[in-house]
């Protein structure tokens, strides 16, 4: 009976026994299989890091291989660099060939800006900033329209604000206005709007911006045909002012003579000797075979209905200058009379007359 009730008690804890090993298995397992998948869970995710670390390094390769680079390699951003020490025709010249191979949209916004940001104390770089940007205007427009709009808004804020701060920032606003305006970037509207806006409110810094604008392109505007008759006008006006102010208010005796200055700079003698030395300088002293395309174009710029007899009577007396100079003469007929044909033929004329007459007279004194 005592093995028998063993049996028995063994028969009824065999199936718990069982379940409890079954169940500890099954822990087990579980544990083991989650332990697993963290690890495979772990290393998706290193290899999906790898994966967007290398997609970034080939976006990043991309990107500075999508960025435009000029002939020798350079970026925008030293070219930009480069701007300011551009201060001769030569640099600005290789700048501007340069910036064509680096054109975007993005760079022309980055270079309008930069140019309006030039130092206010650099006023010297004015010139060249103004004829990199007319160079660029034959084929980029959006150029000269932006700084145009940049300046005119700077200007109306600064002459709106009537507060006697910040004169360097009013005189290289006004003066790249006016450079600007003898390259044909700025309308000449602009500069007679901006000098009627100083006119109108006289005091202190207008005074000094009216002036600035004037010895800047008062003498261009002044002998320009078209605007002439309006700047004769305007400088009547300032005069006037100038008087008004030291009779009523009286004036510092340096705003007294920057307006008369910048009054004479655009009376240029109109005496036609001035013009006939010119001309004899030209002809007789620096005539050469290095400078003979330069002596024609500057002979080209003369009044020519007012020079042609005087130019005609040096041309005949060569013999005023060197002998090795008559083929370099007859040279510059040839080149004048593919634009002033008469010319040509008055030569001509005139040397065979003189020979003619030397023949007949036979004088020694013209031989």
Not at 9 to 16: Q, R
Not at 333 to 353: I, K, N, Q
Request: aromatic content about 8%; glycine content about 4%; proline content about 4%.
């Amino acid at each position: 009976m005592l093995f028998y009730s063993l049996e028995l008690l063994l028969l009824d804890i065999a199936p718990e026994l069982h379940q409890g090993h079954v169940a500890a298995h099954d822990i087990g397992d579980t544990s083991v299989d989650a332990a697993v998948l963290t690890d495979r869970k772990s290393e998706k995710k290193k290899d999906e890091d790898e994966k967007d670390k290398g997609k970034e390094k080939e976006n990043d390769g991309e990107t500075e291989k999508d960025k435009p680079r000029g002939p020798e390699g350079t970026n925008l951003d030293g070219l930009l660099q480069r701007l300011p020490g551009c201060v001769s025709r030569d640099l600005i010249n290789q700048l501007t060939v340069e910036f064509c191979y680096l054109n975007s949209k993005s760079s022309r916004k980055k270079l309008a800006r930069a140019s309006f940001n030039v130092p206010r104390t650099s006023l010297e770089l004015l010139p060249y900033y103004s004829r990199m940007v007319a160079t660029l205007s034959t084929c980029m427009k959006d150029i000269p329209s932006t700084l145009l709009q940049l300046f005119e808004e700077e200007f109306n804020f600064l002459i709106n604000k009537k507060d006697q701060m910040n004169i360097e920032t009013k005189t290289r606003n006004i003066r790249f206005i006016g450079e600007l305006c003898k390259f044909k970037i700025a309308p000449s509207v602009l500069i007679f709007s901006c000098l009627k806006a100083c006119l109108d409110d006289f005091p202190h810094h207008n005074i000094d911006v009216a002036c600035n604008l004037l010895e800047t392109c008062g003498r261009y505007l002044y002998w320009h045909p078209d605007t002439n008759v309006r700047m004769a006008n305007m400088l009547e006006i300032l005069m006037c002012l100038k008087t008004l102010r030291i009779w009523i208010l009286g004036t510092v005796p340096l705003w007294k003579t920057r307006i008369t200055c910048a009054n004479h700079l655009n009376d240029l003698p109109e005496s036609p000797k001035f013009v006939l030395l010119c001309i004899r300088k030209l002809l007789f002293t620096d005539l050469d075979k290095s400078l003979i395309e330069q002596v024609l174009r500057q002979l080209r710029k003369l009044p020519w209905s007012e020079c042609q007899p005087y130019l005609l009577k040096c041309f005949l007396k060569v013999h005023k200058g060197k002998y090795g100079q008559i083929h370099l003469i007859a040279s510059l007929t040839a080149g004048l009379s593919r634009y002033h044909d008469e010319f040509a033929v008055a030569v001509v004329d005139e040397v065979l007359e003189e020979i003619r007459l030397g023949l007949e007279v036979n004088e020694y004194g013209m031989q």
